[in-house]
């Protein structure tokens, strides 16, 4: 069983930035597509980013497109999710995951950290 492990949430005001981490075993992680996830109250959960094993290809959800940047460090096993310009909207519980392509669903994703809240003020 693969552990993931995110962290860097918090509450900060709009406008702000936050960086979130996502940690694994690095021989895991170099070999698998990372992907961040989002889950507010009350909503599904939905894709953010993701980025393939050699971070050759990135794709981001049109509502975090030019503010966040997904960004990947092999030889650390680690991922960061930066979040810029932070919105009320971007409040929710984020996820990291791990799939064997890069890929936008879910379901398509292997394990899955325990994941990190992110709380923006108005």
């Known amino acids: 069983q693969v552990q993931l492990a995110e962290s860097g949430g918090g509450l900060v005001q709009a406008g702000n930035s936050l960086r979130l981490s996502c940690a694994a075993a690095?021989?895991?992680?170099?070999?698998?597509?990372v992907g961040w996830f989002r889950q507010a109250p009350g909503k599904e959960r939905e894709f953010v980013a993701t980025?393939?094993?050699?971070?050759?290809?990135?794709f981001y959800a049109d509502s975090v497109k030019g503010r966040f940047t997904i960004v990947r460090d092999n030889e650390k096993g680690t991922a960061f999710l930066q979040m810029n310009n932070l919105k009320p909207e971007d409040t929710a519980v984020y996820y990291c995951?791990?799939?064997?392509?890069?890929?936008?669903?879910?379901?398509?994703?292997?394990?899955w950290g325990q994941g990190t809240q992110v709380t923006v003020s108005s």
């Open positions: 690095r021989d895991t992680f170099r070999r698998y597509a």
């Open positions: 980025t393939q094993w050699d971070a050759g290809r990135a």
């Open positions: 995951a791990l799939a064997r392509f890069i890929t936008t669903t879910d379901t398509e994703y292997e394990y």
